[in-house]
């Protein structure tokens, strides 16, 4: 069984002298001396308890599951592909934030970590007192992000923007894409979507080539960012999952899944415009 490691046992509201609330963590790291060094900075903060440790992605599973906490300091290296990682956490436990630690500066990771939905991402080397105030941020409903993320972001707002304003004629969606579209801006996969349109994944992936040519984007992240600044698809419902004798069990648990990514995919969309103001001054 994946136990999570190195537990916070003695929890609890008699501390700090029953005033204001803790910010639960939940630190998931490969290497016990960043997890001790992480342990160390919070134990000098009155509003901070580390109530969980992981060293897999098994036992941050499971320490997630078991500890009620505020937010969970992920490492990247955790996993094979950390962004599907952080997307399934955040559609099990909408309520939770993700400060994502990366071992350097990697634009496509930060990118794509944004866009779904992640809440903050630091590197290896942040310095004590930053990811202090990250995590007072982050459960404050703000987003983190230093310097060179805000730039590779606002570049990315900034070049689907000109792509926008070129002298590409001006194009309309069909309702089918429309529908599409709509899903993917609140953070819903392929095969989420074809369920709820009612088609394939390959037909979804389809449908999406043609919309980043019609649009003039290059990805997901330009797609949802372009929807955002020209309200393409602010009127457009999503539609409902169908629900068949057949597939009672499959749709219930998709619908719980979509649920949960409509609210984490939705955040990292309208976080976009408002981030320099949520973010440090200071480069990690």
């Not at 230093?146 to 309309?172: C, F, H, M, T």
């Amino acid at each position: 069984m994946a136990t999570p490691v190195g537990v916070e046992e003695n929890f609890g509201a008699g501390e700090n002298g029953g005033q204001g609330q803790f910010v639960r963590v939940i630190v998931a790291d490969t290497q016990a001396i960043f997890r001790a060094g992480l342990r160390k900075i919070f134990a000098l903060e009155d509003d901070i308890r580390v109530v969980g440790q992981a060293e897999t992605l098994a036992q941050t599973q499971s320490a997630v599951a078991k500890f009620s906490a505020d937010v969970l300091i992920f490492e990247s290296a955790l996993a094979p592909n950390p962004v599907d990682s952080v997307t399934e956490l955040l559609r099990q436990y909408p309520k939770l934030k993700i400060v994502v630690v990366t071992p350097g500066p990697d634009e496509e990771l930060t990118l794509e970590l944004f866009r779904r939905g992640t809440h903050g991402i630091v590197s290896r080397e942040v310095e004590p007192e930053l990811m202090v105030d990250c995590l007072r941020k982050v459960v404050a409903d703000e987003t983190w992000l230093d310097a060179q993320a805000i730039r590779w972001v606002l570049e990315a707002y900034r070049n689907q923007n000109s792509r926008a304003s070129g002298s590409r004629p001006k194009v309309q969606l069909t309702p089918k894409e429309s529908l599409i579209v709509s899903c993917v801006t609140q953070g819903m996969k392929n095969k989420e979507i074809a369920l709820r349109v009612g088609t394939t994944e390959q037909v979804v992936k389809n449908y999406l080539r043609k919309v980043y040519d019609k649009l003039g984007v290059a990805d997901r992240l330009e797609l949802a960012l372009y929807c955002l600044n020209h309200h393409v698809v602010d009127n457009a419902k999503i539609p409902a999952l169908p629900s068949t004798p057949q597939s009672t069990t499959t749709s219930n648990g998709a619908a719980n899944a979509a649920a949960a990514g409509a609210s984490a995919g939705g955040g990292s969309v309208v976080s976009a415009p408002s981030i320099q103001g949520n973010s440090p001054a200071k480069s990690s």
